[in-house]
């Protein structure tokens, strides 16, 4: 999977496949004469004509008076910069001389807690460097809801997308200023997240996201100028949203369909991406479906009273020696421990099931090794508080335990019902993609060990890693690339997973570790009885 | 020629040839629905596709906006303004209801002088109304090559633009205010003008319009927003010049070709537009070619000293009494004379050299009736003191038929050189079209009196009238038109006359009334000596 994640290849595209979104093009421009009484203007434009394939380009006004000036000074060697917009092409720069390699872009991954930035060479075609970020609108509300909530105040929505925008401004200011790069040549921005968060970004009304019947204003956003949005880029830069489907299902899960490619498989594929939501995708190169569930709450630092997102000081990794039953964990940064994050919940969950600590049930089995009386609710304390980075013991109760019970049963129901509708079985599908930051921590093993997801083969499942970040940096580097998700983006058909009458009953079924039906988890079965 | 003149035919095109430069199309736009996920704008487009042969249409961020929110008050019923742009299609407006009605254009003659306005209704395909208003350059510099002088000083150039633009907003105000349309339903303006005429109205620099190698900025300006030019109307309306070849050939003459349809016509035709200077084009539907010359100044007040420009009190006919050698004429607004206009001037040197009051080289005969010494000069007295309009004699001196002399053998020698290097005589033209409003009032009789244009039959002489206003026109109202005029504007070869051989000995031929050779011009001779 070197494909999906820019930090181990730095060259996304093959280098024959790069056709950027903005590209620049030299020209040696003939100097007008008594014979040729083209206007300097036509005279660039039937030069590209035939030295490029670009048809008939358009040229905005301002770029008319640039055009003209710059080659009179230049007296003929001249760059032309040009941005493919929707159903055009539009000169957006021209600059004396030869100046192909100034070409730069801007993918920023739009995560509601996290913002990851990559700036891109285009000339070149490669990822120049990375940074992240906190998204500055966790302070006005740590999940969606509450920001589309802060929306309706007056001036909600203007504060939050210029916070987003500053946020923006100030990671790319930093990357350019690392890279001696000049802003005035970062020609393009994309970015990728969820349907809210493009919202959010756009500035466009929310209101009616998280109303029945969960409309958009848009899932085709289409290519426009990023002074729009005041980035602060080249005057003319252009601006591309990764599309969506609906509320649910944003830019960042099709991202992750092309990162997969399973959109052109033959044999049938699903993704899961991990996030405030859930958003699981099915299909093969015939038909795509996706559902969202809110899976991700109780893995995302909330409702989970030890949880945390995944920044430094969460514990992500957890493993219990059978035999002393003594735990082990691992943190980000390698600090002390705060709180555990999503990839932490699922492996201590797994450990305590396949050690007894808790029961078919999940409930936590009283007088087992470290467990402990928190408050009155019986816990397992991980971190003891001299352990602890916060001073406090690290502890999962009870109530925690029930949270991530449901939130892995809501998971594995939701696969059931998509695959069974479908009429296939978990047997029958080639991967099983996990993107997001989460799937790359999240260990199949233990996920499967709680029968959050199916029992099968552990070589099936592949982490896509940010393939919200890598989408929207092919969508820079590859119009055929940008154009293949807005052709996924029509494919996939939203399904509602609710109405279907099986659920509550599955639902319930697989309210136990790993399932009712042990018989569906028969290496669990294996592993805990060993 | 009905259909050159809107005055004539309101209706310019077919009904069923009508596919304007922006158009209006009503959509019942399905509700939102859990079923039916698509943004607000996606499901206007998927339904504009259907319903139109619109394909991908593009919506600039303000309006994605906007068509959100008028969907959602009108709950269904919506109109979409669609503009065509250079290579596509966009959004530039959304109503709720049926607004198909309201949707206004307007074009421009820009003529050096005058202005011409024609108020258009884009639906119904119809000049609603027109008014004329002298053009505030003017008063810059009479002449295009002393405005264009006047753009070397600082802010000359923004100087001459907004006053041409003030005079358009104030036009139009006048005719929308008349006719009861509100400037928010003018989506689109369309301009006709000389080369230089178009660069002062974009802001474009004239500094080497007038310059070897006399290169334009641009010769086609591809559409572009009129919000550019502060136009005083709908803020999504587009702006669009017709083009130009090269600095002599302008959107007028081009107009002129189009409205004549000589490049679609197997047998060769002449079409003549004098303005300021006097453009030539020659050609069929195989090829076609252009010739400028400075004809015009002495038919355009410039020059001659009792000339004026074709306004109200500029004697625009005379006759003569073969016998009594006494004058008659007619002035524009039927007002005493306040000096003779281009086509008064050619009326009135043709009846002179009929009666004999010059001879063949254009000097005035000593002591022929009306003849007097004015300032130590002779001169033909027109108009006596007592009738003129500004108490003053209308005097013809020598030194102004000596101009007039040079204007018309450089006329001749121009359409000379043009046809006998295309292997063609005179006799081959099918059609002679004469453009501008001079063309309207020009007598071919008398100008093939006095040498000016060929001795070919007078039914193949036709004025096109304002064919650059109605080209405008022509240019809003058909897609169609528009190309066809932008594939002239391909097609047109640009011809330096001066650097033929044959040019000078040529001149000198012409520098008789009617020539030298007046085996040319035997209706001429049968007509003196009859």
Request: proline share 5%.
């Amino acid at each position: 999977m070197t494909f999906s994640d820019p930090k181990d290849s730095r060259q996304l595209l093959a280098r024959d496949a790069l056709d950027p979104l903005v590209r620049k093009v030299f020209l040696e421009v003939p100097l007008p004469s008594l014979r040729d009484n083209r206007g300097d203007v036509d005279r660039v434009l039937d030069l590209l004509e035939k030295q490029s394939d670009v048809r008939n380009p358009s040229v905005p006004l301002g770029m008319v008076r640039h055009l003209s000036e710059v080659l009179y000074e230049s007296r003929g060697p001249l760059t032309v910069t040009l941005a493919v917009k929707e159903s055009s092409t539009e000169v957006i720069d021209a600059a004396a001389g030869n100046q192909v390699g100034m070409n730069f872009a801007l993918a920023v991954d739009l995560g509601s807690t996290n913002l990851v930035f990559y700036l891109l060479d285009l000339h070149r075609g490669v990822v120049l460097d990375e940074s992240t970020a906190e998204n500055p609108q966790v302070r006005f509300g740590e999940d969606i809801l509450s920001r589309i909530h802060y929306c309706e105040r007056e001036e909600g929505a203007a504060e939050l997308q210029t916070v987003l925008i500053q946020a923006i401004n100030g990671a790319l200011a930093k990357l350019l200023q690392k890279n001696g790069i000049d802003r005035r040549h970062v020609y393009a921005v994309a970015a990728a997240g969820n349907t809210t968060m493009v919202h959010l970004f756009c500035g466009f009304s929310t209101h009616r996201l998280c109303r029945e019947p969960y409309s958009p204003v848009v899932n085709r956003l289409q290519i426009c100028p990023a002074r729009d949005f005041d980035l602060e880029v080249h005057e003319n830069a252009v601006f591309y949203a990764l599309p969506s489907v609906g509320s649910y299902a944003g830019g960042d899960a099709l991202a992750g369909i092309l990162v997969s490619q399973m959109h052109r498989a033959e044999k049938f594929s699903v993704l899961v991406d991990v996030g405030t939501n859930a958003e699981i995708v099915l299909g093969n190169r015939h038909w795509l479906t996706v559902a969202a569930g809110a899976a991700g709450p109780a893995l995302e630092g909330g409702v989970v009273g030890c949880g945390m997102r995944a920044a430094p000081g969460a514990i992500d990794q957890v493993r219990m020696d059978r035999k002393t039953l003594r735990p082990t964990w691992s943190t980000i940064g390698r600090i002390p421990p705060r709180g555990i994050c999503g990839s932490g919940l699922i492996d201590l969950m797994a450990e305590l099931f396949l050690s007894g600590v808790i029961d078919e049930r999940g409930k936590i089995v009283i007088g087992a090794q470290g467990v402990v009386e928190r408050d009155g609710h019986t816990a397992y304390r991980l971190v003891p508080a001299d352990q602890s980075g916060t001073g406090t013991p690290i502890d999962l109760t009870q109530l925690d335990l029930d949270n991530l019970l449901r939130t892995k049963a809501a998971m594995y129901t939701a696969l059931t019902v998509m695959t069974r509708q479908a009429g296939l079985s978990f047997h029958d599908l080639e991967y099983f993609f996990v993107a997001g930051t989460f799937g790359a921590y999240i260990d199949p093993e233990k996920a499967i060990s709680i029968g959050m997801v199916p029992d099968i083969p552990l070589a099936r499942y592949r982490a896509l890693h940010n393939s919200a970040g890598v989408g929207a940096c092919l969508c820079l580097l590859s119009n055929a690339k940008r154009r293949e998700l807005e052709e996924i983006s029509r494919r996939v058909t939203y399904v509602e997973l609710n109405v279907d009458g099986d659920f509550m009953p599955l639902l319930n079924a697989a309210m136990f570790l790993p399932h009712t039906d042990a018989s569906q988890f028969p290496s669990v079965t294996a592993k805990r009885f060993s």
